[in-house]
């Protein structure tokens, strides 16, 4: 792959993982064959990239209803003095500067290092008009604090009828969908079963990850094990009505035992590593399946609606041949030898241009109902980009519907990029499986900030 094909994020990431985490950078190759193939057919230009599709940070997010226990544990934990925005989705960040600093949403939306990049698009594609508030939706706090280095804490807000919208609900999914940690503090699900029901199917929907910790606080009491053991029980029955069966649970007390978020965190790379890894494959496999699959379906339509104007335009053509066969007699001139093929080869000089012109007006429209079929499937591959590539002059007049790209060739290479993929997902469960215990890795420099990443 030529080097100025490769993104300048991805040579920052290819860098920051070059000493420590050798799956991490292998990851990063994959992400640039992947694309080099997308540059080629036109789904993503030049200098852009996949791998800004996922957070190639460790992220640990938070859920809560009404009550302080929330605000009040990430305040205890991480050892700050922290009051975050109840109705923002606030990312706290380490810095080495004293002071915490907030900073507005629109440094999340434009940093693509950062969770949220370019959610603004998301935002207004479901929202119009919402798009342009992002800083009434995110903020960012950078803190010193410790326990905050080589991470990244999402502090969701507070479900609150009075600001809930469909942004708010969008975020919210997007949140549990990339964090690699969830704690979902139980006070949740005492909030307005209307106002949770989305938030609640969002954590179903991905309860099989195993990223769920549920948090009973009764940080203000002392419970032995055998009552911590009861009242995680008594809230496994209550979440199963729910739909919820999955999850690990702690109960704060006084003299708690923080272990299983300390273990939960510990394993926070690796966790960060199988996610990055399962988007990858995904990315992969969505080639095929859907990029492949609509600009084909959209090509089919826009080949049935030129023939159908074409086939129009040469009745009309008939239909004047059949009036001058009657009124001169042309039918005779059809049957010469010599003037019969001119005369047809005239027709088909006429039709070519007109087919190719009504190709192009066609086209126009389908590459409208692309931009549109993308903000529904809500994927970043440019749709419009392929099927534009895919109308090359030959490929007008010929009965093809196959997208540009769509042979033999790509294909055997995307399932070489998958199988690179499993390969790397197997490195990860050998670090585990070996007799010896892996090295554990050492702290990442950040590139961007000189601190731990």
């Known amino acids: 792959m030529a080097e100025k094909s490769v993104s300048k994020h991805l040579n920052n990431l290819e860098k920051l993982f070059a000493a420590n985490d050798p799956v991490l950078q292998k990851t990063v190759k994959v992400y640039q064959d992947l694309d080099e193939l997308k540059q080629e057919i036109g789904l993503i230009d030049p200098d852009e990239t996949s791998a800004r599709q996922v957070s190639w940070w460790p992220l640990v997010s938070t859920l809560g209803g009404y009550s302080s226990a929330k605000s009040d544990f990430i305040n205890r934990y991480f050892n700050i003095n922290l009051h975050s925005s109840r109705h923002k989705f606030t990312v706290l960040q380490y810095t080495p500067q004293p002071n915490p600093v907030t900073l507005p949403g629109n440094a999340l939306d434009a940093d693509h290092r950062l969770p949220f990049y370019q959610i603004s698009r998301d935002i207004e594609n479901i929202q119009a008009g919402e798009g342009s508030k992002i800083n ?12 905050l280095k080589n991470r990244l804490v999402i502090d969701a807000p507070v479900v609150n009828a009075a600001s809930e919208n469909l942004a708010t609900a969008m975020l919210r999914k997007h949140v549990i969908n990339i964090s690699d940690l969830v704690l979902v503090f139980t006070d949740l ?21 195993n990223k769920f910790i549920f948090v009973v606080d009764h940080s203000e009491i002392n419970i032995d094990n055998f009552k911590a053991q009861e009242i995680a029980a008594s809230w496994q029955r209550r979440l199963g009505e729910f739909g919820i069966f999955t999850g690990q649970f702690l109960v704060l007390s006084q003299n708690g035992d923080l272990s299983l978020i300390e273990q939960r965190l510990q394993n926070l790379n690796n966790d960060r590593s199988y996610r990055i890894l399962g988007s990858l494959e995904k990315s992969i496999r969505d080639i095929d399946d859907v990029v492949f699959e609509e600009v084909e379906s959209a090509l089919d339509t826009w080949k049935e609606r030129c023939n159908a104007t074409t086939l129009i335009v040469l009745g009309f053509l008939i239909m004047l041949m059949l009036f001058a066969e009657i009124a001169m007699g042309i039918l005779d001139l059809l049957l010469d030898p010599i003037i019969g093929p001119l005369i047809i080869l005239t027709v088909i000089a006429i ?48 009965p093809t519907t196959s997208p540009v790209g769509k042979n033999k060739k790509n294909r055997k290479r995307l399932g070489a990029m998958i199988e690179q993929t499993k390969d790397l997902v197997q490195a990860l469960n050998d670090q585990f499986s070996h007799t010896r215990q892996a090295e554990q890795y050492r702290p990442i420099t950040d590139p961007y900030n000189g601190e731990n990443f």
């Open 136 to 147: 009434s939706y995110l903020e960012l706090i950078t803190v010193n604090s410790n326990p």
């Open 189 to 209: 699900f005492e909030v307005e079963p209307a106002l949770i029901s989305e938030t609640i199917n969002d954590i179903v929907e991905n309860q099989d990850s």
């Open 351 to 398: 039709l070519t241009p007109i087919h190719v012109m009504v190709s192009r007006v066609h086209a126009k429209f389908i590459i409208k109902q692309l931009h549109k079929r993308q903000k529904q499937l809500n994927i970043p591959e440019d749709l419009a980009g392929l099927y534009e590539k895919s109308l090359s002059f030959w490929r007008v007049l010929l």
